[in-house]
């Protein structure tokens, strides 16, 4: 498999050979459609709570007498059936949203991600991503010249230059291959890998 190697002003300058097994595999929608599913409910917090009929605030006086009325009968206005009831199965803060995602499969899933985003142009090589000081208006004027508005940077080693750098642009992240995710893979239109980075995606993903 081979990748384009872009050059400062984002044109492709010559390409370069990939491991087959991270950027050659065949897509694989089913399979990426669950890893994606999987990491974003691995990051959900169960903060949400409601109340159940034991808990809200209610009287235990009867509304109105057992019989007589035509109405159906009720003990206490916390039922669920009334409105400001208690809920019958309430969230609770203790819920867990996490899923179950074996290692082989979730490095298949990031595998075929790679291999689509290369197959739709939209994966690319670059020789290294770095800046000479901590400024966002350095890195985001190469990006410019490159003609790049959401991209994600899997680089080899993201030093506190690149970091503070790239941390206030919109529609940029840069980030080392181990915190790669597959959220991030989907979401951004372009995404830019070092040379030296291919070699650990190799050994994570393969």
Do not use: C
Request: charge should be positive.
């Amino acid at each position: 498999m081979q990748l384009e190697l872009l050059n400062e002003q984002g044109q492709a300058a010559s390409k370069i050979d990939a491991p087959e097994t991270v950027f050659g595999r065949e897509y694989n929608e089913d399979l990426v459609h669950q890893v994606v599913v999987a990491f974003q409910a691995n990051a959900r917090q169960g903060t949400r709570a409601q109340k159940d009929r034991a808990t809200v605030k209610h009287s235990t006086k009867k509304p109105f007498k057992q019989k007589g009325t035509g109405r159906a009968r009720a003990g206490m206005t916390s039922s669920p059936l009334w409105r400001g009831g208690g809920r019958i199965f309430p969230n609770s803060p203790e819920e867990n949203f996490t899923q179950k995602l074996n290692k082989k499969m979730y490095r298949a899933g990031m595998a075929s991600i790679f291999s689509q985003l290369a197959r739709e142009g939209r994966l690319a090589v670059v020789d290294s991503i770095k800046v000479d000081s901590p400024k966002t208006k350095q890195l985001a004027a190469r990006f410019k010249a490159m003609n790049l508005e959401s991209v994600l940077v899997i680089a080899d080693e993201v030093d506190e230059n690149l970091y503070l750098a790239s941390r206030n642009l919109a529609n940029v992240l840069v980030v080392e291959p181990r915190y790669a995710d597959p959220l991030s893979l989907v979401h951004y239109k372009k995404v830019l890998v070092t040379k030296a980075a291919i070699d650990q995606l190799k050994e994570m993903f393969a």
